[in-house]
């Protein structure tokens, strides 16, 4: 006789939950140059328009419950462009951090730097010190700025970092290296978004973004605004992520 079968209750169908949203943001803010050049303008006008972005970026995704962003703004193969570029880009984060400290303040944004400070000029070192100082108690959204960035450096400065603090083979796990990271104390990302449609990561938090799901756009980074946060979001709260394990249903 067969056996009777397991689920004859029919069951209720699911009510879909608010997908939770990502813990921790981070963007590759590209097209500046491309959004600036179609409108017949300097690449300069679109590196302002890129740092006017930022703090309407940064509202939009702590509205959405996004506890850090982390903003992809001089990688260290930038030094490589033009000097004249390279010195306006320089002077525009000098600019931009002090003009964007107070109000991003005043909303209770923490403000924290990934990357190398030592080869920026000394005012620009200070303003940043300075500006992470003044939030460092700040309990909303931390807004992570890497300036002087690269995936590839830090992951060797980690290294670096931990022979100075006299680490034996045996004690370089996944967990001390991570601790040695500038982002150490940090999540790792759960969703990288690419403005302007490249398709690459470019050194960009290649230890930290294992498990991260991408999201990229042909959207340009200036006109990426709040309808475009809601479809990245949207987009990620359809992923299944899954840490390279099975689904529990793949596994009977
Ligand atoms: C990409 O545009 C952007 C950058 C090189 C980084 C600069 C980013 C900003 C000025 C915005 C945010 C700044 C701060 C201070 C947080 P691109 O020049 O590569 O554009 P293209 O690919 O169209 O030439």
Redesign the pocket.
Known sequence: MSSPPQHSVEQSPRIPEEPEPPKHVAII???????ASERGMH?SE??RA??N??RRITTSFADHGVKYLT????STE?WERPDDEVGF?IS??GE??RQETQPLHDQGVRIRHIGRLDRLPDGLQDAIRESMELTKDNKGITLN?A?DYGGRAEIIDAVRAMVADGLRPDDITEDALQRHLYTAGLPDPDLIIRT?GEMRISNFLIWQSAYAEYYVTDV??PDFDERQVAKALEAYGGRQRRYGRLDPDETS
């Open positions: 803010m590209d097209g500046n140059g491309r959004w690449r679109g590196h890129g740092v972005n930022v903003l992809f703004a001089f930038n880009l525009l984060m931009a951090v700025l300036y302007a340009h980074w």
